[in-house]
């Protein structure tokens, strides 16, 4: 995968945030981009540092950046390539350090573990919020993902930023040569409340999903060069909410990850704005990129 800049990686030691490392490793060096480990010590307590204790919250403050760095020598062992990398070691919020970090660097990706130390179900409360944060796309990597991704999943919306998305699952599946599925998820307009004398409410349907269909392969139409020998499936999902559409998709084919815009249009408004997005990064049962408009 080509990249705009540097690939910013956190670290909090965590079993996905190895496989987040390798991720990363692989993929900078695909694009030829450096990679910035960064390891951030959350403040969790808010300290009025007055004359008297400054001089122990400074030493605690070393000792905590040098244990975090002794700890970096052993875990980038198991991961090769990263063994050569320096670790950078912030006390702050994990978000806003990661954020601003992203910001300083002109970074084009930033990669972290879906999971982190919560062993929350689904995408971690960290990891959800660098994705809202971050002025870049996000790649979250669920544990054990260390390796080329076989199955990608492309949510489409027909927005701009959904383009972006379908070029970044592109260049990923090529990299990686990985099967391409590219999935545009709906509702139907009138589910069961048509009532109109006469209407065939199966031939609206099929009418429905043939334009969809045409409308997806218009959609990805200029990336057909680009493709290449992907041969890409293209799907249509109905569900009641597309966040779970796209996660039970990607479930039935055994998708590795899911690439999506961050924000988008039409039926798919929630999944990248807010409230449908947590649910499928709750839901999804693989890595999941989110790619910035």
Known sequence: MHTLGPVIVGIDFSAASLSALSQAVRIAAFGQAAVKPVHVVETLV????????????????????????????????????????????????????LSRRVDAAKAGLLVMGAEGLTKSKGVGPVASGAVQRASTDVLLVQQGHAGPFTTVVVAVDFSPVSQRALERAVRMATQDGAGLHVVHAYTSPWGHKLNVPGAKVPDLERTLREAMEQRLRDFAAPLAHEMGYLKPVYTLVQHDTAAHGIGQYAKQVGADLVIMGKRGQTNLRDLFLGSTAERLLRVAPCSVMAVQP
């Open 46 to 97: 808010v300290i009025d540092i007055n004359a008297p204790l400054v001089p122990m919250v400074a030493e605690a403050t070393e000792e905590l950046i040098k244990a975090a760095k002794e700890r970096w020598g052993a875990f980038a062992t198991k991961v090769p390539g990263a063994e050569k990398l320096a670790l950078e070691v912030e006390i702050n919020s994990t978000v806003a350090a």
